[in-house]
């Protein structure tokens, strides 16, 4: 069985910065493609980003690219997901997913097996 847990997230001000780690633990990390997802209130869970379980592959939902960067660490077990420019509709929890194929590119929350329990990231503006 595979356990995610999150970490990092917090209160911010608009325009910036958090990193969010995600560790992970019971599995073979170093094959999976990691994801990360978040769900606002009353919205649906969106997909954010996810990376192959080589690294060589990832990928960005339309409302981050060019301020998100996911990146993982197999040696660690743990993978990253650094946020910049961060705005007030960035604010959502913030959850890291596992998906035991390793294929990349994989944005649909179906796609992935194991899920952890969320962290809350808050951008006031």
């Known amino acids: 069985q595979v356990q995610l847990v999150e970490s990092g997230g917090g209160l911010v001000q608009a325009g910036g910065s958090l990193r969010l780690s995600c560790a992970a633990s019971g599995g073979t990390f170093s094959r999976y493609a990691m994801g990360w997802f978040r769900q606002a209130p009353g919205k649906a869970r969106e997909f954010v980003a996810s990376i192959s379980w080589y690294a060589g592959n990832t990928k960005y939902g339309d409302s981050v690219k060019g301020r998100f960067t996911i990146s993982r660490d197999n040696a660690k077990n743990t993978v990253y997901l650094q946020m910049n420019s961060l705005k007030p509709e960035d604010t959502a929890v913030y959850y890291c997913?596992?998906?035991?194929?390793?294929?990349?590119?994989?944005?649909?929350?179906?796609?992935?097996?194991?899920w952890g329990q969320g962290t809350q990231v808050t951008v006031s503006s």
């Open positions: 997913a596992a998906d035991t194929t390793g294929w990349p590119y994989k944005v649909y929350s179906d796609d992935y097996q194991y």
